[in-house]
Structure formats: C-alpha cells, structure tokens
C-alpha cells in the first residue's frame, strides 16, 4: 500500500531534551515536507526536500532541522524543543513537487 | 504578501448543496488544491485546478477564476460523513513545491 508513514504518532516530552520524528514514504517520491498545524493558523511549512541532500527552509523553520540522506526518509529534528512547538506535525511527499502532496497521519507533540 | 481566506464555519443540512468560498492573493501560481481533514487526522486530497473552470469529481466539484484570484469547493448531497476541515491551499512555486494553506473550513452536516 502507497503510504507517508510517521513515529511516533503522539509524544509528550519535556523542554530541551533533544528528540527525533521520523518520517518515510513508499512511493518513490522525490519531494518531502513537513508542516505544523495549529488553531487559527493552518499548515505552514517548515522545511521542504525536492530530493536527495536537498533541503531547504519553509515559512517557520526556526528550531527545526532535517536530512535527507536517502529518498525515503525525511526525519524533522528538534534539538532543544520549547513549548512554542507544541503542535501537530505533518510530514507529506510528491513526485516532484509539482503535483498532490500525500499528508502522513500526523505526529501530536506537546513539549511541558 | 501571501493570503488565502476562506469562511471559517458553514453549516449545512444533510442532502443538501453547499459551496466553500476561497480566495487567495499569493506572489505566484502554479494550481489550486482542496484537501479534506476529519479533526485529528490527515488531509486528504480532494481535487486540483490549474485552468479556470469546473472541475467534477463524482459529488465533489470545485471551479477556479485565476483572474479573479478566486476558488469554490461544491459538494452535493451532503452526508453526515461530510463533517469535516476543507483546506484550499495554493501551488505558490514550481521549484519549491510550497503549498500556502488557508485556514479552512469547517463544515458541519446536520440531519
């Protein structure tokens, strides 16, 4: 089955301790992004991939980091989260970037 | 700047017609989309206009104007399965793949 996958779905952490969410897709796409979603804001972009060792920043990437050392895989680092990132995260993928973006299930994240 | 509106909350019966309004002003475009989220999952693609006109899929439709920078998302015979987010995004850049959300809209069906 053709899926975005993401772990963990839910995390509870606390403030800076360094924690990893990973992300894969099964569908050959060369582009990934991640999103957060939050009340009254909508998605907004945090970084974007348009293929391998290819990344750049989205509209709030301050705090984030990512690699993409192979296709498949997107994971967003938070290196020393705050509570500001309390959010739901969305990882999502396309062929190229032109096309539908495919949403991954959603990472719930609340940092105390 | 970049800026997507859509209403923030429409209630409609069930069996029913209902059209979500989205109008956008964004530096560049390249399609539209409409993706449908049920609270606390992922968005789902719904449909994808790059020329102007009606595009149906089934009991969805949604139609663009570029010229008038503006978008409608029609669904028809409203089932309760409908409640939902509606989120008409934007297409800014061919060479970022950067979508611009606009906050959506929730739709709630009543019997």
């Known amino acids: 089955e053709a899926q975005v996958t993401q772990n963990p779905r839910y995390l509870i952490t606390v403030t800076g301790k360094k924690l990893t969410v990973t992300c894969s897709q099964n569908?050959?796409?060369?582009?990934m992004s991640w999103y957060r979603q939050d009340p009254g804001l909508g998605l907004r972009q945090i970084y974007y991939s348009m293929n391998v060792e290819v990344t750049d920043k989205g509209d709030v990437p301050e705090g984030y980091k990512v690699s993409r050392k192979e296709k498949r895989n997107f994971p967003l680092i938070l290196e020393s989260p705050s509570p500001n990132q309390t959010s739901l995260y969305f990882c999502a993928s396309s062929l190229d970037g032109t096309d539908t973006q495919y949403f991954g299930p959603g990472t719930r994240l609340t940092v105390l | 700047g970049q800026n997507i509106d859509q209403p923030t909350e429409m209630t409609a019966t069930e069996g029913a017609i209902v059209q979500i309004n989205c109008t956008y002003q964004?530096?560049?475009?390249?399609?539209l989309f409409w993706y449908q989220q049920h609270a606390g999952e992922a968005p789902t693609f719904l449909s994808y206009n790059v020329l102007d006109g009606l595009e149906e899929k089934g009991r969805f439709s949604s139609f663009l104007s570029r010229s008038k920078g503006y978008s409608y998302l029609l669904l028809k015979e409203l089932q309760m399965k409908d409640s939902a987010s509606y989120l008409c995004?934007?297409?800014?850049?061919?060479?970022?793949?950067?979508?611009?959300f606009g906050q959506g809209t929730t739709l709630q069906v009543k019997p």
């Open positions: 569908m050959n796409h060369e582009y």
């Open positions: 964004t530096s560049g475009f390249n399609g």
């Open positions: 995004a934007v297409h800014g850049s061919s060479n970022t793949g950067k979508l611009i």
